[in-house]
């Protein structure tokens, strides 16, 4: 290809696979929209509640905004798609699409690393947990979950910029980098050695994770009041984890090393996963299990239609 910038990739993903475009159109637009207010609602119960200004439901906040972010990464794309006869994506609209969803995915785990760690002082160091985990340290955390994880996304796409490309055909429904990078007429070692880099960054943030878990649970069986606040506060962030940590690694695996020729709706449903799920089913899992949550929730409710009457 002469110039970069003039590259039209085609996503072969959803040409391939989506035949009844008008049935997958208005479900994915419901999935959109739900998914949109169910995160809404638990910001603004957290905004609006004073009693929520803690630690936990600040980062729950924050998990819920990049929720928000990591779906309109993605939905928009695939809904003009789903209204088009073909699927395709210019190249820097490509670029900015890379950009958004491992922007969402870096901070999507880097906040959940964040919420173990504040769990893990909740409970293992409770008498010292306000003065550990101060309104400082909270936006500090909040600050270093965005700025690492844009920092990381612009090393990867600052690498992908400089390969000229020899294919403008993507086997995904919307741009992944290791996609671009396949398609490149020269060497990617780079590539590849900063994607083992940051491999490496992110096994690091689970084995702090498991690491804290280790000690949350050692310190929760001692007692039925840390059972409890184990079940309350902490399986829902289990939950979230490792639904997250599943579907992530099994798409990066499946990209790189997995065939090509076959399964591409399974394909497809490994690459929407963790772009569809965790932003629907964190606010439920965390609005259904925490009770504060549950009941600031339905008191705003009532007070809305006792307002309105």
Known sequence: MANATEIVFVLEGLNETMSNKRTYFVVTLIVYLFTILVNLILIVTIILEKTLHEPMFIFLCNLCVNGI???????????????????????????SQIFLIYSYVFCEYTTLAVMAYDRYVAICKPLNYHSIITAGKVGKLL???????????????????????????????????????????????????????????????????????????????????GRNKFMQTCLPHLISLTNFTIALVFDIMYARYGPTSRLQALRNFMSLEYLVVPPLLNPLIYGLKLNQIRRRIFRICSQKIHALK
């Not at 979950?145 to 990381?152: K, R, V």
């Not at 990867?156 to 294919?167: D, I, K, M």
């Not at 055909?169 to 070692?189: F, G, M, P, Q, R």
């Open 69 to 95: 972010f990591g779906a309109s990464t993605f939905y928009p794309k695939i809904l003009v798609d789903l209204s088009s006869d073909v699927s395709v994506i210019s190249y820097k609209a490509c670029l």
């Open 143 to 225: 600050l270093f979950a965005w700025l690492f994880s844009i920092s990381e996304t612009v090393i990867l796409v600052g690498l992908t910029v400089r390969l000229p490309l020899c294919g403008f055909k993507i086997e995904k429904i919307y741009c992944i980098n290791w996609a671009v990078v396949k398609l490149s007429c020269v060497d990617t070692t780079a590539n590849n050695v900063y994607g083992y880099i940051l491999m490496f960054f992110h096994i690091a943030q689970a084995l702090l994770i498991f690491v804290s878990y280790v000690n949350i649970v050692k310190v929760s069986v001692r007692s039925q009041e």
